[in-house]
Nanobody
C-alpha cells in the first residue's frame, strides 16, 4: 500500500502559522484528514480535521475551529492543513490519515491508515 508522505512540520512561536502537506495515494479513498497524537498516547488521539472525497461536511475539532483549514488540490494528490494562530497546546505529532471506518459520536472520522507523522512545536 502506498505510504502517505507528510511534510511541513517544524517549530514556531505562539501566534505563528505552519502548513502541513500530505501526498495521498493515486486511488480514491472515502476521506482523508489529520489527527494529532503524542507517542504512546493513543487514547489522547485527536482528529483535527478531515475532508470527504465524495462530498459531505468537512470536520474540524472544536479546539482548532477558526484557526485550521484543510484543503485538497484539484487533482487530489495533495491534502493540506493550514494552521494559523498556533498555540503551545497545538504542540504534537501530526499524522496524515485516510480510509475512514465510521465516525465517533462527535462526528470525527475513525481512520484506519496513516503516515509516519510530522512534529509540530509551538513555543510560548
Amino acid at each position: 500500500q502506498a505510504e502517505l508522505q507528510e511534510s511541513g512540520g517544524g517549530s514556531v512561536q505562539a501566534g505563528g502559522s505552519l502548513t502541513l502537506s500530505c501526498v495521498v495515494p493515486p486511488y480514491d479513498t472515502n476521506c482523508i484528514g489529520w489527527f494529532r497524537q503524542a507517542p504512546g498516547k493513543e487514547r489522547e488521539r485527536e482528529v483535527v480535521a478531515s475532508i470527504n472525497t465524495f462530498g459531505g461536511p468537512t470536520y474540524y475539532a472544536d479546539s482548532v475551529k477558526g484557526r485550521f483549514n484543510i484543503s485538497r488540490d484539484e487533482d487530489k494528490t495533495t491534502v493540506y492543513l493550514q494552521m494559523n494562530d498556533l498555540k503551545p497546546e497545538d504542540t504534537n505529532i501530526y499524522y496524515c490519515a485516510t480510509k475512514c471506518l465510521g465516525r465517533t459520536s462527535t462526528g470525527a472520522p475513525r481512520f484506519s491508515y496513516w503516515g509516519q507523522g510530522t512534529q509540530v512545536n509551538v513555543s510560548s
